[in-house]
């Protein structure tokens, strides 16, 4: 069956721009998860959706990072005036039931370049 | 937060058996214990997880300690399709934790 698919692949954007990266997880997944993974570095955790509500938003750096995902399926992270330091790989994952409890699933990610 | 250490690197020799070791002592009772492999530019891929149990699947065995503060992640004979970046990942109530991982690199 299809995985995680993210869009677009590649994002490149200029300083102070506005971005919407997309997230589509495997159907029936109900726990979507966020994470930001700079080079040599493991994914760092952003936000956790179980449904539709955000259960988890901790991880978001700063309040230019929103996440939405209005019928429990795609979500959106958008990032507002973004900066040179927001330039990594974001990455989505899905997994069925709580946190932790099953196996998450990974899409490609979206590389992000803020120049 | 949960937080974890293992070896930057380790070098196997194909069809031999690799155990990578994982520090996570600020684990929680209830934290799930994930492990996780990276291929260059591709997303995380599951390899197995659990809680208290020794674990198998067909990719791979989970051993925990009985304190669970560490664990080990055995590959019983290892492939050239196995060289990639292994992550231990607890499950701080909501939250994944990835380290840095251990780069896994194995000679034909």
């Known amino acids: 069956g299809a995985g995680v698919s993210q869009t677009p692949s590649n994002k490149v954007t200029e300083k102070g721009k506005y971005v919407e990266l997309r997230c589509d997880p495997i159907?029936?997944?109900?726990?979507l998860y966020w994470y930001r993974q700079s080079l040599g570095q493991g994914p760092e955790f952003l936000i956790y959706?179980?449904?539709?509500?955000?259960?988890?938003d901790s991880g978001l750096p700063n309040d230019r990072f929103f996440a939405v995902r209005p019928e429990g399926s795609v979500s959106t992270l958008k990032i507002q005036r973004t900066e040179r330091g927001d330039s990594a790989v974001y990455l989505c994952?899905?997994?069925?039931?709580?946190?932790?409890?099953?196996?998450?699933?990974f899409g490609p990610g979206t590389r992000l370049t803020v120049t | 937060d949960a937080k974890t250490t293992q070896p930057n690197s380790m070098e196997s020799n194909e069809e031999e058996p690799v155990h990578l070791p994982c520090n996570h002592s600020?684990?929680?009772?209830?934290?799930?214990i994930h492990w996780y492999r990276q291929l260059p530019s591709q997303g995380p891929e599951y390899v197995i997880h659990?809680?208290?149990s020794n674990v198998n699947n067909r990719m791979a065995s989970l051993a925990i300690a009985e304190d669970r503060k560490s664990s080990t992640l055995i590959l019983h004979r290892a492939t050239l399709r196995d060289a990639a970046v292994y992550y231990c990942?607890?499950?701080?109530?909501?939250?994944?934790?990835f380290g840095s991982g251990t780069k896994l690199n194995v000679k034909p």
């Open positions: 994952a899905s997994s069925l039931g709580l946190a932790g409890v099953r196996e998450q699933y």
């Open positions: 159907s029936g997944h109900t726990a």
């Open positions: 959706f179980q449904g539709t509500g955000a259960a988890d």
């Open positions: 600020t684990i929680s009772g209830t934290d799930y």
């Open positions: 659990g809680l208290t």
């Open positions: 990942s607890p499950v701080d109530f909501n939250k994944f934790y």
